[in-house]
Every structure is written in structure tokens, then in C-alpha cells.
């Protein structure tokens, strides 16, 4: 893509990259920037920073607790490098953090049981009480 890109773009996308690392590497969960960045090496065919920025990204949404989002980034890197083994490991990682969230499903019923039968004995109670 830089071929088409006159020198005066390709200068402004190049002080673009310099201002956003900077602020990237000062606030390196400001996925914006981020974004911004990837697009500008993007645009200058820089492949191997635009996968790094990606994955700079991921890390960021990871961090932010948004794994959504950064099972997305991920994935948009395998769909080029479907062997990527960073991405391959965050991506496990990713998964196993999810699981880690999840309540087996039985707790869970059991536990919404038990508050259901609170709440009426709760509520007969109460009825008991504004009727007696």
C-alpha cells in the first residue's frame, strides 16, 4: 500500500506512528491509540508491527477485562498466521481465565433453589404478618 501513498502521506503517517508510540508506551491499555497506530502501519504495508499492535490490542482488552474484544483481535491475527503460538497461548489463556468466571452450572441452580425457597417462606411470613 505505500506504493500509492505520496511522500507527504507517508511522512505524516510516519510522525503518526512516532506521537502514538509514545503515547502507547505511556498508557498501554489505550487501545484507541492502539487502534490508530495499527492502522497507520497498516497503511505503510508493515505487516509484522501491524500483528504486534494487534496484539498489543488483545493484551489491552485482556487487561480491561473484555476478552470479547480480545478474542476478536486474536483471532482476526490467526486468520494471516493461523500457526502464531503467541496468539495460539493468549487465546488458551483467554479460555481458561472464562472458565474461571463460570460457576459450575448445579451451584448454580442450587443456589437459585434455595433463594426461591427463602423468598417464600419470606413472603408467607410477610402475609402472615399484614394479615394477623
Same mark, same amino acid.
Given at each position: ?10 511522512? @505524516? &503517517?510516519?510522525?503518526? %506512528?512516532?506521537?502514538? /508510540?509514545? !503515547?502507547? =508506551?505511556?498508557? $498501554?491499555? +489505550? ?15 508493515r505487516q ?17 477485562? @473484555? &476478552?470479547?474484544?480480545? %478474542?476478536?483481535?486474536? /483471532?482476526? !491475527?490467526? =486468520?494471516?498466521? $493461523?500457526? +502464531? ?26 443456589r437459585c433453589r434455595r ?18
Open positions: 500500500m505505500s506504493a500509492t501513498l505520496t511522500p507527504n502521506e507517508e511522512a @505524516q &503517517l510516519l510522525q503518526t %506512528i512516532e506521537m502514538f /508510540e509514545v !503515547i502507547t =508506551q505511556s498508557q $498501554p491499555l +489505550d487501545y484507541q491509540s492502539l487502534e490508530i497506530l495499527k492502522e497507520a502501519y497498516f497503511k505503510l504495508s509484522d508491527e501491524v500483528v504486534n499492535t494487534s496484539k498489543r490490542i488483545a493484551q489491552a482488552y485482556v487487561q480491561l477485562g @473484555q &476478552l470479547s474484544s480480545a %478474542i476478536l483481535e486474536y /483471532e482476526s !491475527i490467526l =486468520q494471516r498466521y $493461523p500457526d +502464531d503460538p503467541d496468539v495460539q497461548a493468549a487465546l488458551a489463556g483467554i479460555e481458561s481465565k472464562a472458565s474461571s468466571f463460570a460457576a459450575p452450572a448445579g451451584a448454580v441452580s442450587d433463594r426461591q425457597a427463602g423468598d417464600a417462606k419470606d413472603f408467607r411470613r410477610w402475609q402472615t404478618d399484614f394479615s394477623g
